[in-house]
């Protein structure tokens, strides 16, 4: 069965840090290019952040340029998301997803940034 399980979010005051997990099942990890999306309240689902199959080459949102960080273990099949310095505009839900041939999107994971 194919599966997108995102993990790793919680309240955080402005600031702080999270890292953010994506454990992926059902299909070859290491074969797509993966990314990482959120979806503030009552605001339309965006990219956050892509990273190459290898781990190599990434690519970032402007407003998260310098203060989150893209990851990917292919031996855990699992896509990472350091973020750092979280602002309140940072506050979403966070999901994966792989690239190409998109699947039903997880349940995502709550991030919420306030003091």
């Known amino acids: 069965q194919v599966q997108l399980v995102e993990s790793g979010g919680g309240l955080v005051q402005p600031g702080g840090s999270l890292r953010l997990s994506c454990v992926v099942s059902g299909f070859t990890f290491g074969q797509y290019v993966m990314s990482w999306y959120r979806q503030p309240p009552g605001k339309e689902r965006e990219s956050v952040a892509t990273i190459s199959i290898g781990g190599r080459t990434t690519n970032y949102a402007d407003s998260v340029k310098g203060r989150f960080t893209v990851s990917r273990d292919n031996n855990r099949n699992t896509l990472y998301l350091q973020m750092n310095s979280l602002k309140p505009e940072d506050t979403a839900v966070y999901y994966c997803?792989?690239?190409?041939?998109?699947?039903?999107w997880g349940q995502g994971t709550q991030v919420t940034v306030s003091s």
């Open positions: 997803q792989r690239q190409g041939s998109p699947l039903p």
